[in-house]
């Protein structure tokens, strides 16, 4: 497997590790884990919205990374995208959790011009 196949499996795994975080305080309740989550407050509540991001950029990134490899993208440019997107995306994590609103969007803004460029390499 290529790099940037890793990068996708990372990112896929990586918004469980902000639902972690935003389970970690108080008696869960397996039974209504949803209710559960929207009552939480402060950094636990930002844990939460940062996974449900976490969700919601992923199926374009792992399509970006899975057509670029099919047009025939460079496997290094492929791959250092990628990793970008990785650490951008824990990067924007931590801003979350931070409660680093603008930065957190700047930040948001560079993993959507990751995936861009991903479509924009193929040949």
């Known amino acids: 497997m290529t790099i ?3 990068c996708v499996l990372v990112a896929a795994l990586l918004p469980y590790v902000f ?3 935003a389970k970690s305080g108080g008696r869960y309740n397996n039974y209504s884990p949803r209710e559960y989550l929207e009552k939480q407050e402060g950094f636990r ?3 939460h919205w940062a996974q449900l991001n976490g969700f ?3 199926p ?3 399509a970006a990374v899975i057509i670029a490899h099919l047009a025939g ?3 290094g440019t492929i791959d250092m995208l990628a990793m970008s997107f990785i650490g951008i995306r824990v990067v924007y994590g931590a801003l979350y959790l931070a409660n680093v609103a603008v930065l957190r969007s700047v930040v948001w803004m560079a993993g959507v011009a990751v995936v861009v460029a991903l479509f924009a390499t193929a040949p």
Do not use: C, D, M, S
Request: net charge positive; aromatic share 22%; glycine share 6%.
């Open 45 to 47: 509540k930002r844990a």
């Open 60 to 62: 374009p990134f792992a």
């Open 73 to 75: 993208t460079a496997q």
């Open 56 to 58: 919601e950029a992923f």
């Open 4 to 6: 940037g196949y890793w």
């Open 19 to 21: 639902t972690l975080v």
